[in-house]
């Protein structure tokens, strides 16, 4: 009898279920998983620590305890009935939701007109739109003022909205976005007979949702954070943003009130833009793939 050669006999295949239970659970690149976690849990110790604070009083907090305080009704009171900032929370939703749908409908035809339409000194107008890019708010803030005084427009939301409503991010996003369009959609509308309005409506728009949710996002935290600009075109109490209801709170220290609603009022702040962004996160995060395959 022939013996079989060595190398010829096949090792037996390991299958998943001959891997110990415990070896399974534990991910192939666990150690990213390591190094991730503890990035993200000291990223968010500061977060974790606010919502500490927000429940204590003064004797807990200048005694560094980090534990959950019994002050929380105590805080929410003065935050919320005392310093209202309740009511600071909505005027900057309105504000926001406003100005971010301003912007998105100006961005989106101003995209459309860089993309689609022929028109003298096209090149020259959107150079200027990158140029508004490179100016910060602060830049223009007394020549906004003065026209906006001009206009009776002082303790006015238009103040707020109007001068903000067109965005040269939306402009640049939308314009790359439609010009990695293939160009047959557009002749194939034209070949139908659809008017310009028609092609973005019924065309663009549908192919376009991630790269509108991204605007939406960045456009809504922009006028969600607004704090100089608000500072000093509103007087009246009644009409201020959440971050001049913020400044409240920290005045409060100096008639004795504590930290825990400083902590509170920022969390409680915080609590809007994150809901946005959690809700938007898909198609924020899809919306900077500007390729031809989308």
Request: charged share 10%; hydrophobic share 55%; with cysteine.
């Amino acid at each position: 009898m022939t013996s079989i050669p060595q190398e010829t006999v096949a090792s037996p295949a390991i299958t998943q279920s001959d891997v110990p239970r415990w070896r399974r659970l534990i991910p192939k690149r666990w150690y990213a998983h390591v190094v991730l976690s503890i990035a993200c849990f000291g990223m968010g110790i500061p977060l974790i620590y606010a919502i500490i604070v927000s429940t204590q009083g003064n004797a807990d907090v200048f005694a560094y305890r980090f534990t959950f305080g019994e002050q929380l009704a105590r805080n929410w009171d003065i935050v919320m009935n005392q310093r209202n900032l309740g009511q600071f929370m909505l005027n900057s939703a309105f504000v926001a939701v406003v100005m971010t749908t301003a912007k998105a409908i100006f961005s989106l035809l101003a995209g459309l007109a860089f993309v689609y339409f022929r028109f003298p000194g096209k090149w020259l107008v959107f150079g200027f739109v990158l140029l508004t890019l490179m100016m910060p708010t602060e830049v223009m803030a007394i020549a906004l003022f003065r026209i906006v005084s001009g206009l009776g427009w002082g303790n006015e939301y238009s103040a707020l909205i109007v001068p903000f409503m067109a965005s040269a991010t939306g402009v640049f996003l939308f314009r790359q976005h439609f010009a990695n369009i293939p160009a047959e959609l557009s002749e194939a509308a034209q070949m139908d007979g659809a008017t310009p309005l028609q092609f973005l409506f019924r065309v663009l728009i549908p192919i376009s949702w991630n790269a509108i949710a991204a605007l939406c996002v960045i456009q809504f935290l922009y006028a969600w954070n607004q704090y100089i600009w608000p500072l000093m075109i509103i007087q009246d109490r009644s009409r201020q943003v959440v971050q001049l209801g913020l400044r409240t709170l920290i005045a409060g220290i100096e008639t004795g009130d504590s930290f825990g609603p400083i902590m509170l009022g920022a969390v409680v702040a915080s609590i809007p833009p994150l809901l946005v962004f959690i809700l938007l996160q898909k198609q924020f995060m899809s919306g900077f793939a500007l390729t031809r395959d989308k």
